[in-house]
């Protein structure tokens, strides 16, 4: 009987149908079996002098990327790398802008005695000069310490392992496992953390981890988290443990960041950016020395210079509309009352106030100008303050303005969840060529940070009138 030969329809089918029929993790196990067979053949051959650091290497494998011990300690490290960061940059920040507002006292006297109009002298110093210098007495310590630090991992040839180590993670929401690489760079900067996307060659999953980096806390987000960690969750706690009790509630924030990341990702991956995970094949490197010289110019060079320059280009303007806003009146009061008058009912419904909202308004172009400027609007000051008493502080948000342990925990979730800074959506539309993907990296934070603050509060205020 004759055999009927497949036509190249039928062929593609079976073909499509073997496909659908095999392991998704079919090149991870060929992978590996390739690997075991390089093994076996390397075992039986006779080791040259010298050749002791593979098994060392081999050893610390075990551990780092064991499913066991392998996340809680990439846990510790990245911890670790986070507390002498903040701890560290306390000091040098408060010298840098005890430095900087010494010229601005300067140079605002000097004005005056040359007979500079006020106006001048204000916008000039008290405006433009003022957000300038707390930008940089905020952001430059934190990122001398961090990047650093993050590059000596990179050199040591950690990270790798730690993507490793969440790769499946990353996996199951049809992202890839080098985006926890970037992730750990948005704690320095997210604009950094979107340039640092350029390490997965895929482009869809690049523009995931794009498109999601800002949901991992950077440096100018840090004092308003510091300070509410401190003034509402320390204060409940004894002496003895309020640091530790302040630490957990930032750590656990960061873990709220991760989870947001990775269902965010798992959404957009099955929706707007669909598609299927790439094979993560990565061959780890050996452990070796940092290369000091390396590490100075990557950290300090390439990317602590470089977003501080953005950074302080975006937030120059931001500086002087405050001053403006503050100093101008119609009707008796300032433009700051009239819109955050404004915006009163919009933030009240999510947990926050218009005086809140108009601060994170104005410092589109650099988060660290927002506690000040909340200050500045609570104490009708002509320029944005800081009050340094964590008493004094609660007396002016407590006792005067009414926060409650709800209006903390709203602050801190809007803090972490809400729109990138203009440095970072400028660095999105340079990284993905595209406007509307520079957009949707704004909008897309912002209205998840709305719909989540708003079910929070008004859940809390349903059970605070049933019960």
């Known amino acids: 009987m004759a055999e009927t030969k497949a036509t190249p329809q039928e062929i593609l089918a079976r073909a499509d149908a073997l496909k659908q029929t095999l392991d998704v993790t079919f090149r991870d196990k060929i992978v590996e079996s390739i690997y075991a067979d390089a093994e076996s053949i390397a075992a039986k051959v006779v080791r040259k002098a010298g050749e002791r650091q593979f098994d060392l290497d081999q050893k610390i494998d075990r551990i780092v990327t064991s499913k066991v011990w392998g996340l809680p300690l990439m846990g510790f490290l990245l911890a670790g790398v986070f507390w002498v960061t903040i701890t560290g940059a306390n000091y040098p920040s408060q010298l840098i802008a005890l430095a900087l507002f010494w010229i601005e006292e300067q140079a605002a006297a000097l004005f005056t005695a040359i007979g500079i109009p006020w106006w001048a002298t204000g916008f000039l110093w008290h405006g433009v000069y003022r957000g300038l210098a707390w930008v940089v007495a905020v952001m430059l310590p934190p990122m001398t310490i961090f990047f650093p630090a993050f590059t000596i991992l990179e050199d040591l040839g950690y990270l790798p392992r730690a993507a490793f180590n969440v790769d499946p993670f990353f996996k199951k929401a049809g992202a890839h496992g080098k985006q926890a690489l970037t992730m750990s760079m948005g704690l320095g900067c997210n604009a950094a953390g979107v340039t640092g996307c350029r390490i997965i060659d895929s482009p869809r999953e690049r523009l995931i981890a794009i498109l999601t980096n800002n949901f991992m806390p950077c440096n100018g987000r840090w004092p308003t988290l510091i300070m509410l960690a401190m003034l509402f969750v320390a204060a409940a706690f004894p002496p003895s443990f309020a640091a530790f009790a302040a630490a957990g509630s930032l750590l656990f924030i960061v873990l709220i960041g991760v989870a947001m990341t990775l269902i965010v990702s798992a959404v957009l991956s099955r929706t707007f950016l669909k598609g299927e995970a790439s094979t993560f094949v990565l061959e780890l490197p050996p452990y070796r020395r940092p290369n000091v010289l390396q590490v100075l110019y990557t950290s300090l060079l390439d990317r602590t210079l470089f977003v501080l320059w953005r950074a302080i280009v975006m937030a120059a303007p931001a500086g002087g509309v405050i001053w403006l806003m503050s100093n101008i009146h119609v009707a008796d009061h300032s433009l ?91 660095t999105v539309y340079k990284e993905t060529k595209s406007a509307k993907w520079a957009a949707v990296s704004a909008v897309m934070p912002l209205s998840i940070a709305f719909i989540l603050l708003f079910v929070l509060n008004q859940g809390a205020h349903l059970l605070h009138a049933v019960f």
């Not at 104490?379 to 008493?391: A, C, F, H, R």
Request: charged share 10%; aromatic share 8%; glycine share 6%.
């Open 336 to 426: 700051t009352t009239w819109v955050s008058g404004w915006l009163d009912p919009v933030g009240r419904a999510i947990g926050l106030d218009g005086v809140i909202l108009l601060a994170y308004v104005i410092a589109i172009p650099a988060n660290e100008i927002v506690i000040p400027t909340i200050l500045m609007a609570y104490t009708n000051t002509g320029m944005m303050i800081e009050i340094e008493s964590l008493s004094e502080l609660r007396h002016v948000l407590v006792d005067q303005q009414g926060w409650t342990l709800l209006t903390a925990v709203s602050l801190m979730l809007f803090s972490l969840l809400h729109n990138p800074c203009s440095t970072t959506i400028w």
